[in-house]
């Protein structure tokens, strides 16, 4: 496609054909959607499993992992989860102790999940969590 090309038609099936590449190739790293509920004042996790695009499991061996939940996308503040990984299995874990769930605001926020290595950082998970209020301290 990247040689020099007298024909117009050649070069659209040039550009139809990497385009075709590049929306695969974003199908196979966009996040997962997934809307979560926390319990004030319990304890929460959980876990899912991150897979290549043939369906087998991610190895993270070389990835670290972060989670952060915000009252708006645009928001400063944020609450970090305690994040753990099982490297062959592609597992990630994303948790809060009773104690940090207790100080989080009863309402609706987004979450992301990113696996990170030096070269690259995906979205693996995304989506709303509703804190359901405490009634009982």
Same mark, same amino acid.
């Given at each position: 496609?990247?040689? =020099? %090309? !007298?024909?117009?038609?050649?070069? &659209?099936?040039?550009?139809?054909?990497? @385009?075709? =590449?590049? #929306?695969? &190739?974003?199908?196979?790293? *966009?996040?997962?959607?997934?809307?979560?509920?926390?319990?004030?004042?319990?304890?929460? #996790?959980?876990?899912?499993?991150?897979?290549?695009?043939?369906?087998?499991?991610?190895? &993270?061996? #070389?990835?670290?992992?972060?989670?952060? *939940?915000?009252?708006?996308?645009?928001?400063?503040?944020?609450?970090?989860?305690?994040?753990?990984?099982?490297?062959?299995?592609?597992?990630?874990?994303?948790? &809060?102790? @009773?104690?940090?769930? %207790?100080? =989080?605001?009863?309402?609706?926020?987004?979450?992301?999940?990113?696996?990170?290595?030096?070269?690259?950082?995906?979205?693996?998970?995304? !989506?709303?969590? #509703?804190?359901?209020?405490?009634?009982?301290?």
């Amino acid at each position: 496609c990247y040689h =020099i %090309s !007298g024909s117009i038609l050649y070069s &659209l099936q040039c550009s139809f054909i990497i @385009n075709k =590449i590049i #929306t695969q &190739l974003k199908s196979i790293y *966009m996040a997962t959607t997934k809307n979560l509920v926390i319990d004030q004042g319990q304890t929460f #996790t959980f876990a899912f499993s991150v897979k290549n695009a043939d369906g087998t499991a991610k190895d &993270l061996t #070389t990835y670290t992992v972060a989670s952060q *939940m915000r009252k708006s996308y645009h928001a400063l503040t944020a609450v970090s989860f305690t994040t753990s990984k099982v490297d062959i299995t592609g597992e990630i874990t994303i948790s &809060l102790t @009773n104690t940090e769930s %207790s100080g =989080i605001k009863h309402g609706r926020y987004v979450y992301d999940v990113e696996i990170s290595s030096v070269a690259d950082t995906l979205r693996v998970r995304e !989506g709303i969590i #509703t804190v359901t209020p405490e009634v009982t301290k």
